[in-house]
Every structure is written in C-alpha cells, then in structure tokens.
C-alpha cells in the first residue's frame, strides 16, 4: 500500500496527519483577498515538524478503511513507511507526498519543501437539483387561481354527488381458495372410504394353541357361565365347532373363509339366512371350553362373542 500518497488524501480530508516517531502535518487556510480590483481565491500552506511524532489512530482506521485491511496491519504500514523515509534521506534520498511536497535532506539536516499551488479543498455539500421540466410542462397555461383551487383540499358539500364504488372480486384468489378447500374435501372424503372398506379386514392370526391342562388360576376367574349353550363333558372325545365370526353378505363371508383355510384353519359357512352368514372353526375337544373360546375370540372376533354351535 501506497502510505504516501494515503498522507496526501488524509490532509485534503482533515488538514492534519500524525506519522509516529517522524513528525506532523498541518495544512492551513488563507483567505480570499480582495486588492486592486481583482480577487484572489483562498491560498494552502502545509507546514511539517519534525518530531517524535504523535499516534494517530485515525490515520491507521482510514489507510484501514480503504485497504480493505485490519488496523493493526495499517498502523504496522506507516511505521515502516517512517523508518524507511528516515533510512532514504539519510542516504541522500527524496519522499514525495503526492500534492503536497516531498522531503528532503539539505546540508544534512532533513526538511520538507512544500509545493507552491496546494488545493485541500475539502468536498462542499452536495445540491440535489429538481428537474422541473415535468411539473412546469403541466403548470403551462393554467392561472394562479386555477393551481391554487388543485392544491385545496375540497370537504363534500350537500350539492356533490356521491358515488360509491362497490368493491372488486379478486376471481383469481376465490378460485385458488375453492381448489384448494376441494382438495382437503376429497383427501377426507377417500380416508373415510378406507377406513369404511376395511373394517371387516383383520390381521393374520397364527393358529391357536390349545391346551388340555387347566391353568391355575382358572378356578378363581369370575367368568359367567355360557347359558346360550350346554358345555360339553370335560372328558368327551372328538371335536368342537365354535361359531367365530357373523356376516351380512356371501361374498365377505366366503372371502373370509378363504383367507383362514390358507392358514390351515378348519373352518366352513353356516348360512342361516341371507343377511346372516356364520363361518365356523372346528377344534379337537378339549378340557375346559371357556379358555378356548377365549382365545378364539380375542384371535378372531376381538368386539364379539364367539359360541360353541350344537
């Protein structure tokens, strides 16, 4: 980075510079002067004295700032950059400050030569111009009277018609809105259908274990006795039929019974009237008949009863 010519932009900008462990910058102003009928504009001296120099941290926040760099590498910049115009004018150098001078070394000793014409002027503040060329193409040929009667705010008076407009339909947003309200219909509409069409569905059972010894605890169970039928003789041999599930249709019914002859149950169809269809399992006979049906009904029948068919 360019410290010099940085020295020159920080003056025009605050008309001091502080470069630690060399000196300071100061540019002052002369006034404009009147004399002889001529005007001479205001004139720029920079002065510089050598010094130990001052710590600036502006300067390193500007250098910083336009660098695109931290501060610390800034302040690490113009150090160097003071150390080595200290090392060029001991060797007989020259450093220029771009607009404003350079120094030098004359009869060993250092010095700064200011240059003649110095312009530091600072920015003015800037003067936001209205194009009127529209407004005063609009204002040609109307009177003063005329502008000032559009410039007035008018109140309704009893002799002014007053129309009121009716407010306007966005078509386009009632029709998105409708779209969508349909969908949530329909998607609601098809779950009901499911779940309406698969209520007579149930999970493959495996088959029922059956056991002929009596559980311990089956003495002490508060179960009601089965009064629809007789129960058979604890030691009768040969099978039971028990009646597990109920249909209203043929079709749902022999369905059924396809499903669970898959699985190797022995099942079959009792139709007792149109409406009313009973599918059958039959068992090997077994000790106690209140624990099988049971366990039938919570395989099978979970919200029904299941009966043991005479």
């Given at each position: 980075?360019?410290i ?42 920079v ?8 710590i ?26 003071c ?5 060029t ?9 771009p ?11 250092n ?51 007053i ?24 998607l ?6 499911y ?36 129960a ?5 041999p ?42 059958t ?14 366990s ?15």
């Amino acid at each position: 980075m360019d410290i010099a010519k940085y020295i020159g932009l920080f003056l025009v900008k605050n008309r001091y510079c502080n470069l630690p462990n060399l000196g300071d910058f100061v540019v002052n102003k002369k006034p404009a002067s009147y004399n002889d009928g001529q005007v001479r504009p205001p004139e720029y001296e920079v002065h510089f004295a050598f010094s130990g120099g001052l710590i600036d941290d502006a300067f390193a926040n500007f250098i910083a700032t336009n660098e695109r760099i931290s501060i610390a590498n800034a302040a690490n910049g113009i150090k160097d950059f003071c150390i080595q115009t200290k090392l060029t004018l001991a060797e007989g150098g020259t450093v220029v400050i771009p607009g404003f001078g350079k120094f030098v070394q004359v009869n060993g000793k250092n010095d700064f030569i200011a240059e003649q014409n110095i312009h530091a002027e600072t920015p003015g503040i800037p003067i936001f111009k209205i194009n009127t060329a529209a407004t005063r193409s609009t204002l040609e040929g109307e009177t003063i009277a005329e502008l000032h009667e559009k410039m007035q705010l008018k109140e309704p008076s009893l002799n002014d018609d007053i129309v009121i407009k009716p407010p306007k339909v966005n078509w386009s947003k009632v029709i998105i809105l409708l779209l969508i309200v349909g969908v949530v219909l329909a998607l609601v509409g098809g779950a009901i259908w499911y779940m309406n069409n698969n209520k007579e569905q149930v999970e493959a059972a495996a088959p029922v274990p059956v056991s002929n010894e009596v559980p311990p605890a089956a003495a002490d169970t508060n179960l009601a006795p089965d009064t629809s039928v007789q129960a058979a003789p604890a030691a009768a041999p040969g099978t039971y039929t028990f009646a597990i599930l109920n249909f209203k249709d043929k079709e749902s019914a022999e369905k059924k019974e396809k499903q669970l002859k898959g699985f190797g149950h022995d099942v079959a169809l009792k139709p007792v009237s149109d409406s009313n269809i009973i599918l059958t399992l039959t068992l090997p006979a077994v000790a106690d008949t209140l624990v099988t049906k049971d366990s039938l009904r919570r395989f099978f029948n979970p919200r029904g009863e299941v009966t043991i068919m005479k």
